[in-house]
């Protein structure tokens, strides 16, 4: 499978742990939820390296870079836009956090001399503004659902979309150059994840307000944390650290801030509303793009 399709089935899982995550990210809190998600996920990952031998890969002077990977994309920018999901709702916070894709593609550039062909450029283009215009439009003469309350200061659920999106991409552009190496995608993930959950623990137990769970957990939030961790991050973070392994971090990050579009269908089914005009040939453009990028 070529590195297009690893990132594109990211984005689907991604789009998937999206909508899970809205009930346990409200009942826990963005830190407590993180904290549960990221532990549940370090402990899947860990095992299936060890299981696989994929440890033995791991040599000691790539270990600081993949933590530090784990601490910015993960600890940071995974609470972040959690805390986005909280304020903004799926959509919303889909759409700021798609902007990833732009910053990772111009670090790509002035960092490793990524480029594009002319046929890449286009098909980037198309795939980018069909995303942008599925979500920015995608509510327009439609009444809000749940989903769709924008909580709070909206300029504060911005700057933590922003957030989110260029700790992503910085984690990304960390990782690029340690995926080139012999290391197990698996056990490179588990390093990362172990990272952002040590941070987490250590934050929680500075006492901070933020940091402490807003409702007890209870076996059905932690069954759905579990498995959102599992396929969000255990497979998701996992497959993108392997279409790093081929793919330049721009052409990556592009394919997998898909997401809004692949939310689209599962939202009409979730919330029984069909997105609109606007939102379908957002899809559309974007669809035509990823075709192009993928053929």
């Known amino acids: 499978m070529g590195f297009e399709w690893l990132a594109l089935a990211a984005a689907f899982l991604w789009a998937i742990a999206s ?3 809205v009930k346990p990210a409200q009942h826990l809190g963005s830190f407590a939820y993180s904290r549960w998600r990221m532990g549940c996920t ?10 696989t031998g994929g440890w033995a890969s791991v040599e000691a002077d790539l270990v600081t870079p993949m933590m530090l990977s784990g601490l910015i994309g993960i600890f940071i920018g995974d609470t972040a836009l959690f805390a986005c999901l909280n304020r903004m709702g799926p959509r919303q916070a889909g759409l700021l956090f798609s902007c990833h894709a732009v910053f990772s593609a111009i670090l790509g550039y002035f960092l490793f001399s990524e480029s594009m062909t002319s046929m890449e450029l286009i098909g980037s283009a198309l ?11 995608g509510r327009r003469g439609q009444s809000q659902n749940q989903l769709e309350t924008i909580k709070g200061t909206v300029w504060v659920g911005v700057a933590l979309g922003i957030t989110a999106a260029i700790c992503q991409a910085l984690g990304g552009i960390i990782a690029k150059p340690i995926m080139q190496t012999e290391i197990d995608p698996v056990a490179a993930s588990a390093i990362r994840m ?3 959950f040590i ?4 934050f929680r137990l500075t006492g901070a307000k933020h940091s402490r769970a807003l409702n007890p957990m209870n076996g059905q939030i932690f069954a759905i944390t579990a498995v959102n961790g599992f396929l969000a991050m255990a497979l998701g973070m996992t497959l993108i650290l392997y279409a790093l392994q ?8 592009l394919l997998s801030s898909t997401t809004p579009i692949m939310l689209l269908p599962i ?3 979730y919330s029984k509303r069909r997105p609109n005009a606007y ?13 192009i990028l993928v053929s």
């Not at 941070?199 to 250590?202: E, V």
């Open 194 to 196: 172990s990272t952002a």
């Open 267 to 269: 939202l009409w089914l």
């Open 19 to 21: 909508l899970m995550s």
């Open 279 to 291: 939102a379908w040939i957002g899809a559309i453009v974007a669809v035509l793009g990823t075709g």
């Open 42 to 51: 370090a402990v899947i990952l860990s095992s299936m390296a060890w299981f």
């Open 246 to 253: 081929e793919g330049n971090v721009g052409m990556v990050a």
């Open 199 to 202: 941070a987490h623990s250590l």
């Open 127 to 137: 795939v980018f503004s069909g995303v942008l215009t599925a979500i920015f439009f």
